[in-house]
T-cell receptor, first 113, second 114 residues
């Protein structure tokens, strides 16, 4: 699976949009981009995933660049409860590695009042 | 709907004692099952995964073992715990098909080996 690079930490004001970047320059054609988050002392929670098109669900939006070498997770109106570690993961869908996600260090997002 | 149960939530064990953590999934059939560990201040490390009853794959050599006696039951064990086994243990599942990396995690077990 391709490696990802994320900033170690970010801050965001409550009510503002949080834009979390992720670089995955070695991504291959059949690899998806996944985002999870982990609130302290809890199990990670799936947020969203995409292949090459932008995606949106009730939690967030995922913007993937045309060359697929980077992506941005957008939380449109951050709340204090969005404070968590956010993981960007690239994984081979369809190969023998499905489900074997490699979690890096992620980005610690702190939402402040 | 599907749910995953993992227990206990916290556990304090002496060095050299045995370990058994259990995880069960409800509301689905033939899931892939996983055990992850998170050491303090570090990322999640995949320990074991299983694609079926009795089928266990280990990702890293260690003092732990896993078993899957039933379709929706996954057990993490050790005969003798080490200090380095301390950490946050997470069970996870997903549907068994390619492309389904949408993992669902349990609430975790915080293990302290003293």
């Amino acid at each position: 699976d391709a490696k990802t690079t994320q900033p170690p930490s970010m801050d965001c004001a409550e009510g503002r949009a949080a834009n979390l970047p992720c670089n995955h320059s070695t991504i291959s054609g059949n690899e998806y981009v996944y985002w999870y988050r982990q609130i302290h002392s809890q199990g990670p929670q799936y947020i969203i995933h995409g292949l090459k098109n932008n995606e949106t669900n009730e939690m967030a939006s995922l913007i993937i660049t045309e060359d697929r070498k980077s992506s941005t997770l957008i939380l449109p109106h951050a709340t204090l409860r969005d404070t968590a570690v956010y993981y960007c993961i690239v994984s081979n869908a369809g190969g023998t590695s499905y489900g074997k996600l490699t979690f890096g260090q992620g980005t610690i997002l702190t939402v402040h009042p | 709907s599907q749910t995953i149960h993992q227990w206990p939530a916290t556990l304090v064990q002496p060095v050299g004692s045995p370990l058994s953590l259990e995880c069960t999934v409800e509301g689905t059939s033939n899931p892939n099952l996983y055990w992850y560990r998170q050491a303090a201040g570090r990322g999640l490390q995949l320990l074991f995964y299983s694609v079926g009853i009795g089928q266990i794959s280990s990702e890293v050599p260690q003092n732990l073992s896993a078993s899957r006696p039933q379709d929706r039951q996954f057990i993490l064990s050790s005969k003798k715990l080490l200090l380095s086994d301390s950490g946050f243990y997470l069970c996870a599942w997903n549907v068994r098909r390619p492309g389904a990396e949408k993992l669902f995690f349990g609430s975790g077990t915080q293990l302290s080996v003293l």
